[in-house]
């Protein structure tokens, strides 16, 4: 096993390393991520340019992070460690609007948005979100990963994997697509994602609503899907998941009181432009849960159609 790549960090500003990073976890049995019991130490498997890369992070009791990287993509990431923790996010000029965000903000001083500076790994995981329940894109997730992604490099715990390359994907049988519980349309999505996989990369580079619309260029991805990516591959705190099946609902509700669809949610956030994620994110932390009047959506089993 070759030895790790170390980097050490001292964040200029206050940092919440857990809650920075927790949106990259997708759900409770996400192969990529792991943590410690204590929530202390935090590791990460993603794709680089240079090949695949496990990432291990945590904080000294003086405040600096340190961090160890095995694999190809080992010195790519650690380059990238202070993206990730919210360097390239600058919350400053966020001015709250409503009493619960402003409380929410209180309450998470060093919350930041991280910036994977990778395209490909959340872009596949946000497609794999479209249009289904959370506990359907989670299994999905794990499985392609499970199935098509390669070990994590270095010792890092048991059952971690890299999410699935671009070519790796292109190569999967159909019967595979079905069996992780994908349907056609988004297992077309991702192909024609991964055709384009290497060009898609740049909207790192443009940032902002350019580099979302080079995102949504490609079929299949829509405003949704691109504002997930750019939230969490270029720390975008300006887009906001319109066509959410739920986040209307509970910006709605925690704002003005009553249930929003996406036109009135553009319009509640209008204020917190350029930094309407960032007030979304603080709605989601505030613990509110908007009111359940029916049954909850079912997930549904793509492998048994």
């Known amino acids: 096993m070759a030895e790790p790549l170390h980097r050490e960090w001292r964040p200029p500003f206050l940092l919440d390393l857990a809650g920075s990073l927790a949106p990259l976890r997708r759900g409770r049995g996400d192969p990529t991520w792991r943590s410690t019991a204590d929530g202390a130490a935090i590791w990460r498997t993603s794709t680089t340019p240079d090949g695949a890369a496990t990432l291990r992070v945590?904080?000294?009791?003086d405040g600096v992070v340190v961090a160890a990287a095995w694999g190809p993509g080992a010195r790519w990431v650690l380059d990238g460690l202070a993206s990730l923790l919210g360097a390239d996010d600058d919350p400053s000029a966020f001015v709250a609007h409503h009493p619960l965000v402003a409380e929410a903000a209180r309450r998470h001083p060093g919350l930041r948005f991280g910036?994977?500076?990778?395209?490909?790994d959340v872009l596949v995981a946000a497609v794999l979100e479209q249009q289904v329940t959370?506990?359907?894109a989670r299994r999905?997730?794990?499985?392609?990963?499970h199935r098509f992604g390669e070990p994590a490099p270095g010792p890092a715990p048991a059952g971690m994997r890299v999410p699935p390359t671009a070519t790796q994907v292109r190569t999967i049988p159909d019967w595979e697509w079905h069996r992780a519980g994908v349907d056609s349309a988004r297992r077309r999505a991702i192909l024609a994602c991964a055709a384009v996989a290497a060009r898609l990369e740049h909207a790192v580079e443009l940032g902002g609503d350019d580099g979302r619309k080079l995102l949504r260029r490609i079929p299949g991805i829509g405003v949704w899907t691109a504002a997930e990516v750019?939230?969490?591959a270029w720390a975008d705190a300006d887009a906001v998941s319109f066509g959410d099946f739920h986040i209307p609902t509970l910006v709605g509700y925690a704002l003005v009181g009553r249930p929003l669809d996406d036109t009135g949610m553009l319009a509640?956030?209008?204020p917190y432009a350029?930094?309407?994620?960032?007030?979304?994110?603080?709605?989601?932390?505030?613990?509110?849960?908007?009111?359940?009047?029916?049954?909850r959506y079912s997930p549904r089993d793509y492998r048994a159609m």
């Open 274 to 295: 350029p930094q309407r994620a960032r007030a979304v994110r603080y709605v989601e932390l505030s613990g509110l849960r908007r009111p359940r009047f029916g049954p």
């Open 140 to 145: 999905s997730w794990r499985e392609l990963c």
């Open 230 to 232: 750019a939230q969490r």
């Open 58 to 61: 945590s904080r000294r009791a």
């Open 268 to 270: 509640v956030l209008a």
């Open 134 to 136: 959370g506990v359907e």
């Open 115 to 120: 910036a994977t500076r990778r395209v490909w």
